[in-house]
């Protein structure tokens, strides 16, 4: 291979963009193909690069007790322009990593668009990409165009690469009534851009709540399509309307808890539910329905969410609807190293590879560069450690699951980030640095907190020798 011959990247999404940057940042040329705005996504809404197609949240940035959090941590050590990007555009969200979503996609195509070793080709991949392209990336992510899933559905022989998600509203927030709803962090939570006010409150009481179970329960809902009826959904953005039919009290336990709120129009009174809606863009004007993923038809979502105390005069800047999304059957499909097994030129990355997020998207493309880099410059580069955040959800990916795949139905499901996939400490703490016996919840955020310790250790080793460390 010349080190000369750029390396292919198909999608411009999180994982694609952060792939070019390792590649180019180690100086492999790169070539990224992204096909909008000559062909949209039924997501996507721009012909930005890295475009945030839901929620502007990456998630808890706590990186000693939370496992995406450590992730963050990760992928800052490791110079990802993803974080970098977020970082530049945060906005107010307790102990969330939030972004302006516009500032965010903006920053992450400026550095891609000016970076000297990548260039950008505006072009759909509507087949298996060309013999002549040695080393491609993959990384079209969950609404891979058409042609190009139907083509890697018959490279791979898999009968059916999709499963279901499904997006939440966005308001616009001078259409919400304050003197109703109330700004409050759950538990006055401040974290690292928060001011402990950054949530806007809706307040239900008893009898307001059963109504809009009975609504929801009643409400028309978008019909499936004949191949939908057996996709399943992911268990983690479940439609509100699918939580309602699974028990009426199941959103007052879920994205309708009014635990760590205090209504201060009404300070006497507990609400019996809550609405939270989180700050969707810089200037503030936007806030989208916290957990509210729906496939309720359009007109219904008007009308029910509309009943909702403060929300009576509410204007949707957008609605909620159902996605499609595609992965592969990673486990048995790809190597430790992202590649196809049945045709190594070709690495994948992102949520195509069975990861579920967009920090999780960004930092398997994190991996995906740094493996393309490493075999572009012939520089041997093993694998992040098992112990750090990378390497847990590489191997979950690439490991995850092969024997249950093997012996009937794919069992391979599409993971966040969580500490169940890092391997046990050789010693959970027991004691606390004052010696006192740690039990319960004390005893849980000690043994998180060694974990991230142990990660960020490893990490460090195994980043230190740039591609060519060892583990
Ligand atoms: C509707 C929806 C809602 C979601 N909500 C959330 C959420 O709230 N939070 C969260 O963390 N994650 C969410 N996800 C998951 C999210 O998409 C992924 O986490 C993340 O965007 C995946 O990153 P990616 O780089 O793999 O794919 P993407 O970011 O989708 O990027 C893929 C890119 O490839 C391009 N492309 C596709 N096919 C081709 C082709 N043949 N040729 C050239 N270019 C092509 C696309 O235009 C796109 O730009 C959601 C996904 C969807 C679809």
């Not at 952060?18 to 705005?37: G, I, S």
């Not at 806030?287 to 929300?311: A, C, D, S, Y």
Request: with cysteine.
């Amino acid at each position: 291979m010349s080190r000369s011959n750029p390396v292919h990247i198909v999608g411009g999404g999180l994982a694609g963009c952060e792939a070019a940057w390792q590649l180019a940042t180690h100086n492999v040329p790169v070539v990224l193909h992204e096909m909008r705005p000559l062909r949209q996504t039924a997501a996507h809404q721009t012909d930005s690069l890295a475009e945030l197609v839901c929620s502007n949240s990456f998630r808890s940035d706590d990186r000693e007790t939370s496992a995406v959090g450590l992730l963050h941590e990760e992928m800052r050590r490791l110079e990802s322009l993803i974080l970098r990007a977020a970082d530049a555009n945060q906005v107010p969200a307790g102990g969330a990593l939030a972004v302006d979503r516009i500032g965010f996609s903006a920053a992450v195509t400026q550095a891609i668009e000016t970076h000297p070793l990548i260039a950008i080709d505006r072009a759909e991949i509507d087949g298996l990409p060309p013999d002549d392209w040695d080393s491609v990336i993959v990384a079209t992510g969950p609404l891979t165009s058409p042609p190009l899933a139907e083509a890697i559905r018959n490279l791979t022989g898999e009968s059916s690469l999709a499963f279901f998600d499904a997006i939440a509203p966005i308001v616009h927030r001078e259409t919400i009534d304050m003197s109703v709803a109330w700004l409050q962090s759950r538990y006055d939570k401040t974290g690292p851009g928060g001011s402990g006010a950054d949530y806007i409150n809706c307040p239900l009481d008893r009898e307001q709540y059963e109504a809009f179970i009975d609504a929801l329960l009643a409400a028309e809902k978008v019909s499936f399509k004949e191949w939908e009826t057996s996709t399943p959904y992911f268990d983690g953005c479940l439609p509100i309307e699918v939580m309602a039919e699974r028990g009426r009290e199941t959103l007052r336990h879920g994205p309708m808890k009014p635990f760590g709120l205090t209504n201060p129009h009404q300070a006497d009174r507990k609400a019996y539910a809550v609405v939270q809606l989180r700050q969707d863009n810089r200037l503030g004007t936007l806030f989208n329905m916290v957990g509210f993923q729906t496939k309720l038809k359009h007109g219904e979502q008007v009308r029910i969410f509309r009943t909702i105390p403060g929300l009576e005069r509410a204007e949707f800047a957008r609605l909620g609807g159902l996605h499609r999304n595609t992965y592969l059957n990673s486990p048995l499909l790809l190597d430790e190293r992202l590649r196809l097994r049945a045709m190594p030129r070709l690495r994948f990355a992102g949520q195509i590879t069975g990861c579920e997020g967009y920090v999780e998207s960004a930092a398997i493309g994190l991996l995906a560069g740094r493996f393309a880099a490493a075999e572009r410059t012939a520089v041997p580069l093993v694998s992040p450690p098992a112990t750090t955040a990378h390497g847990a959800l590489l191997a979950h990916i690439t490991g995850g699951h092969i024997e249950t795949i093997d012996a009937g139905p794919r069992s391979f499901q599409p993971m966040n980030i969580n500490f169940g996939l890092f391997p046990p400490l050789s010693q959970t703490p027991t004691r606390s640095a004052s010696g006192e016996r740690l039990r319960g919840a004390a005893r849980t955020l000690a043994k998180k907190r060694a974990l991230s310790a142990r990660a960020l250790t490893d990490l460090d080793r195994w980043a230190s020798g740039g591609v060519t460390a060892a583990a």
